[in-house]
């Protein structure tokens, strides 16, 4: 039963996070949404508290240790503790190893890695104090297999894995669940962006179907947790 409880989700202003956080307040979930662009987070808390839900957000950088901890602090001023937590926020760009720019490289690791473990750490403390919670991190297929030109998206992705199977052997003591998520090409704006859908969006997943497995994750009897789960197309 997720209605009446409470999530952050980071990345929320569009795509996948979007996604997820409409999922969460149509099963009556008060949803707090983190992104960069204030006006768009400002168009969906409007479209998430349609659902008779509390809403609310935060315009910060993932990567700013100083901003995560500032911003965090407030939201939980308004909602309280968070049952439930989606490390969605994520950049990505491609390019041969060699060639890609030190720069491009950095912002990827501090936002995709770094993003992930600031906001852990400043929700976890409430969570462990509870003794309840929900940490999903979105990883992807390319965490699970590097190709060429992914080099530094993959190295992210492949550390947030790693940080989500260590964090979940330490908090499961505390009734809380950390699950990994590893989907496929989704037709959000950022593969649209990026070119992956060969132009061709409706091939791929939707961000309503990633949301639904979220929701699926969710609702699992609490006595068990699901470590790491997949989702592909059926379109080859």
Same mark, same amino acid.
């Given at each position: 039963m997720l209605?009446g409880?409470?999530?952050l ?15 969460l307040?149509?099963?009556g979930?008060?949803v707090?949404i =983190? ?5 768009k987070?400002?168009? /969906?808390v409007?479209q998430? %508290? *349609?659902?008779g839900v509390?809403?609310?957000s935060?315009?910060f ?7 995560v901890?500032e911003s965090?602090k407030?939201?939980?001023q308004d ?5 439930i937590l989606?490390?969605n ?5 491609f ?9 491009d490289?950095?912002?990827?690791i501090?936002?995709?890695?770094m993003?992930?473990?600031y ?6 403390p ?8 929900d940490i999903i991190n ?10 060429p030109t =992914?080099?530094?998206y993959?190295?992210?992705?492949f550390? /947030?894995i790693?940080?989500? %199977? *260590? ?7 505390h009734?809380i669940?950390?699950?990994?998520l ?6 959000s704006d950022?593969s649209?962006?990026?070119?992956l859908?060969?132009?061709?969006p ?15 994750t ?19």
């Amino acid at each position: 039963m997720l209605k009446g409880k409470k999530a952050l989700v980071t990345g929320g202003s569009r795509g996948l996070g979007k996604a997820i956080a409409i999922a969460l307040a149509k099963k009556g979930v008060d949803v707090a949404i =983190t992104g960069r662009n204030i006006e768009k987070l400002k168009s /969906v808390v409007e479209q998430l %508290q *349609s659902y008779g839900v509390q809403a609310n957000s935060e315009a910060f950088d993932v990567s700013n240790k100083e901003q995560v901890f500032e911003s965090i602090k407030r939201l939980e001023q308004d909602f309280g503790k968070f049952d439930i937590l989606i490390n969605n926020a994520g950049i990505a760009k491609f390019g041969e190893f060699s060639q890609m720019d030190v720069s491009d490289w950095e912002n990827i690791i501090n936002t995709n890695v770094m993003g992930v473990y600031y906001v852990t750490r400043a929700v976890l403390p409430s969570m462990i104090d509870s003794k309840v919670g929900d940490i999903i991190n979105v990883s992807s297929t390319a965490g699970l297999n590097g190709n060429p030109t =992914t080099s530094a998206y993959s190295a992210s992705k492949f550390a /947030v894995i790693g940080l989500s %199977q *260590s964090l979940m052997k330490e908090v499961r003591k505390h009734n809380i669940r950390v699950t990994t998520l590893t989907p496929s090409t989704i037709a959000s704006d950022m593969s649209i962006d990026l070119g992956l859908t060969d132009g061709n969006p409706e091939k791929v997943l939707q961000p309503e179907d990633f949301a639904e497995l979220v929701i699926a994750t969710l609702e699992f009897p609490r006595r068990a947790l699901i470590q790491s789960a997949s989702i592909w197309s059926t379109n080859p």
